[in-house]
């Protein structure tokens, strides 16, 4: 992404609009916070404000952050952007600078909440040499990040073995479709599979789409969490 692009992408957020930072603590702790956007005097320097008492002394400073803007509406991806924090104002604000090259899956990982959306996964039959002839699994994740999810299925699937996968996101409603593979499997009580998926090719426009149901899980549960007696 070129300077201007990215200058114009700022000048395209209003001022004091709700955005969400993830970022990395020196502790190696992701931390996801919301705050506001205000603009800076000289592009693409920008900052964001927090609420008082939010903002960990223990930023992790050198490392690329992701910033994505909040929708009006669900069924719309969230545009994200990378930026790098220059500077730590006051225990409420932070000066950051966009930076050129927006790469969602440099940041990929960031991005692990517990979220339970249906799974279904396309299993090539062992027996078959026919490439078309493959059984239908489905399941359900149980959490969900840029770069895989952990999911819970009624029978094993191999460690190593390769699949198409297909996930039915709610916010935004989408349906996901990539290959991967099976990292681990582990069997859990009722004789169910507890397995752990990679995304292996995956488009960036749909990586964007998990990325934005993580963060709009992210902060439904940050909004449950700061209700009374929930």
Known sequence: MSDSAVIHLLQSIPDN??????????????VHLDCRYKEGIVPPRFFLVFPSGVLPKEIDMPQQCLISIHGNDEDTVSPSFNARIEER?????????????????????????PLNTPVTLRVAEESSKDPADQRLVKGETLDLSGSGALTLFNEEIQEGKHLHI?????????????????????????????????????????????????LYAQRKQLEKGLRPNS
């Open 166 to 214: 297909i996930l039915d996101l709610p916010a935004p409603q989408a349906s996901v479709s990539c290959q991967g593979h099976v990292v681990r499997a582990r069997r859990v009580r009722r004789g169910r599979w507890q397995i752990s998926l990679r995304f292996d090719h995956i488009t960036n426009k749909l990586r964007d789409i998990i990325i934005s149901n993580c």
């Open 89 to 113: 104002i006051n225990d409420q604000t932070l000066e950051l600078t966009a930076t050129k090259n927006v790469d969602p899956t440099a940041l990929r990982d960031f991005f692990r909440v």
């Open 17 to 30: 609009q709700s955005v969400t930072i993830t970022f990395l603590t020196t502790v190696g702790r992701t």
